[in-house]
């Protein structure tokens, strides 16, 4: 499916594993990452047993894709979509949230293998 696309952490790291069908995927994507799933693949990269190897890792493919910022709107659809959560009784774990929020603010779907974005209302879903 052609277009642009948001990756979630999980995606980057089946593609950083060489998984094939995510690297075909993302060879013929526009693909973006939100800034909240640059800093969890930092993190992970720092706790590692291979920590500069991971960082520059990380640093590199920061480098190929479009990284977006959270920015006031992106914390309006962070407010509305926990709002809507806490109604329904169904939380998802808050980087998830600022996730969801990049993908509505910019209109993209969401590639991920976690279900509990579908809690998540107007939001495009990918499964990779």
């Known amino acids: 499916m052609p277009g642009r696309v948001l990756l979630d952490t999980n995606i980057v790291i089946a593609l950083f594993s060489g ?3 995510v690297s075909q995927r993302f ?3 526009e693909i973006s990452v939100s800034s909240t799933v640059l800093g969890k693949l930092y993190y992970g990269a720092r706790k590692s ?3 500069a190897a991971n960082l520059a890792r990380v640093d590199e493919f920061a480098a190929s ?3 977006l910022d959270c920015d ?3 914390a309006q659809h962070y407010g509305q979509i926990k709002d809507r959560l ?3 009784g169904r939380p998802i774990p808050e980087n998830d949230i600022w996730i969801a929020s990049v993908a509505l603010q910019f209109g993209l779907p969401l590639a991920t293998r976690d279900d509990h974005f579908k809690e998540v209302e107007d939001l495009t879903l990918e499964a990779w």
């Open 27 to 29: 060879a013929s994507r």
């Open 86 to 88: 806490r109604v329904r």
């Open 65 to 67: 894709v479009k990284v």
């Open 49 to 51: 047993a291979h920590t």
């Open 19 to 21: 998984e094939k069908v």
């Open 72 to 74: 006031v709107l992106t």
